[in-house]
């Protein structure tokens, strides 16, 4: 059960000896929901705030094994071998999972307590002192968990653990006020700086995130500003020159840019686990589209990096 507390919450991975989501060797503790929607995410498994039962296609071999131990009829046969989840009635009782031996139903997001989800992270705390590392909150978006996110944060400063906060940036600033007293660094996305596009392709406007973004570099800490590079959506120069104007406006507080080449693999993981994905097939930037990107960041940043 998850404790509004922020006692516990759900969580869909914990990745150990991670080098991309910050400096040093890391801890991501992926949480579950987020308060966008954006047509290419990569990560559907975070979208959704709560636990979810999602069926794993390739591996069904239509033996009805799932149905049979349903005990509110979620599952069905919708063609041959491939179940269909009605999400109404799932409780997420994982009767289904358990009994698939083929692994064709997979759980996303496990409720965790706090010193559950830290004590995982605490077990590479000796690599984290010697590389600078530490621990980082993504998703999803943490901040659709403030009270979790604030206890995690709190508790890694206990265990004397650096933090990151990776975020997109639309959260209520009372809930992420409270996160920064125990962050020493903000990875920020800036997805467009077109508000009216920002809400076409992501769901929302990005006034509050642009307003977040300003009230964090005023409070001195850390950040770096991270542009996922979309084909058709804000690959634009212009597009990203203004990306690049408003990191430089941060100030001091941006330590360097992070940019994130699209990933074409999306689709397939979409597909993976029968779900739309409405983004149009496209395919990342090579080396040589990269290159003119940095240079053009560089103009208004001291650090440029691909990749994270």
């Not at 064709?104 to 830290?118: D, F, Q």
């Amino acid at each position: 059960m998850i404790e509004e507390s922020g006692t516990s919450g759900v969580v869909y991975d914990i990745q150990r000896m991670s080098t991309c989501d910050g400096p040093g060797i890391r801890t991501t503790v992926f949480l579950k929901g987020c308060y966008l929607n954006c047509e290419w995410c990569h990560n559907p498994e975070g979208k959704r705030r709560y636990p979810e039962v999602i069926p794993y296609l390739n591996n069904c071999t239509g033996c009805k094994k799932c149905l049979d131990v349903c005990p509110t009829g979620a599952l069905a046969m919708k063609e041959e071998k491939v179940p269909w989840i009605d999400k109404s009635l799932c409780t997420t009782c994982l009767q289904c999972v358990k009994a698939c031996k083929e692994n064709a139903l997979v759980w996303w997001g496990r409720i965790l307590t706090v010193n559950e989800v830290m004590d995982e992270v605490a077990q590479d705390k000796q690599f984290y002192a010697n590389s600078g590392g530490g621990m980082t909150l993504s998703g999803g978006e943490p901040m659709t968990q403030p009270e979790f996110t604030y206890n995690l944060m709190k508790e890694a400063k206990n265990r004397d653990i650096k933090t990151a906060l990776d975020t997109c940036g639309y959260a209520p600033w009372a809930d992420l006020e409270r996160v920064l007293e125990f962050t020493d660094l903000v990875l920020f996305d800036i997805k467009n700086m077109d508000s009216r596009q920002h809400r076409e392709y992501s769901g929302q406007g990005n006034e509050l995130i642009l307003e977040n973004a300003r009230r964090i570099a005023e409070k001195g800490i850390k950040m770096r500003i991270r542009v996922p590079i979309i084909p058709g959506r804000n690959d634009s120069r212009e597009s990203l020159e203004e990306t690049a104007k408003f990191a430089q406006s941060l100030g001091d507080a941006v330590l360097g840019v992070d940019l994130l080449s699209y990933h074409p693999y999306a689709g397939a993981k979409y597909k993976t686990f029968g779900m739309d994905y409405g983004f149009p097939a496209g395919e990342g930037l090579d080396d040589e589209q990269v290159k003119p990107l940095i240079d053009l960041f560089l103009n208004y940043v001291e650090e440029v990096t691909v990749g994270g």
